[in-house]
Structures are given as structure tokens and as C-alpha cells.
């Protein structure tokens, strides 16, 4: 079984996120070493796609995926 492609990963979070953060630490690990993979400096995510699409909430998912080795940035909606 191949490795995730960083948009498969971003598509597991987008998942964990709607489910409540289920296994969501599994998700930024795998993303995070798709990242190394294919030598991509940050993720980037559709804020319209989040579950808390307000300033506080994309500031906390930012915070919480750096505090994980992860820099996140969000789409032009």
C-alpha cells in the first residue's frame, strides 16, 4: 500500500474534523510526513470546509497542527 498524497491526508483531517476530532494526531502525523515526502512546506485548507469557520477557530486549528510540526494556511474563499 502506497503512502498518502497530502491532499489524501488534508481529506482525513477534513473527515477527523467532521467527526469530532476522532483520531485527529493520526491525521496531522500522516500529513506531516506527506509534507517531508513531497517536500511541501505547509498545508493549505478551505476554510469553508471547517467545522469552526470563524477567525478563533482557524487560529486554534493553526496553533494546534504548529505545535505539531505542521504550518497550516487556509484558502482564498
Same mark, same amino acid.
Given at each position: 500500500?502506497?503512502?498518502p498524497t497530502v491532499a489524501e491526508a488534508v481529506?482525513?483531517?477534513y473527515g477527523s474534523l467532521q467527526?469530532?476530532?476522532a483520531d485527529?494526531? #493520526?491525521h496531522i502525523a500522516t500529513l506531516k510526513a506527506a509534507l517531508v515526502r513531497e517536500g511541501v512546506k505547509e498545508a493549505v485548507f478551505d476554510p469553508a470546509r471547517l467545522v469552526?469557520?470563524?477567525r478563533s477557530g482557524r487560529k486554534l486549528m493553526?496553533?494546534?497542527f504548529r505545535q505539531r510540526g #505542521?504550518? #497550516?494556511k487556509?484558502?482564498?474563499s
Amino acid at each position: 500500500m502506497s503512502e498518502p498524497t497530502v491532499a489524501e491526508a488534508v481529506e482525513r483531517i477534513y473527515g477527523s474534523l467532521q467527526a469530532d476530532n476522532a483520531d485527529i494526531d #493520526v491525521h496531522i502525523a500522516t500529513l506531516k510526513a506527506a509534507l517531508v515526502r513531497e517536500g511541501v512546506k505547509e498545508a493549505v485548507f478551505d476554510p469553508a470546509r471547517l467545522v469552526q469557520n470563524n477567525r478563533s477557530g482557524r487560529k486554534l486549528m493553526q496553533a494546534y497542527f504548529r505545535q505539531r510540526g #505542521v504550518t #497550516v494556511k487556509y484558502a482564498a474563499s
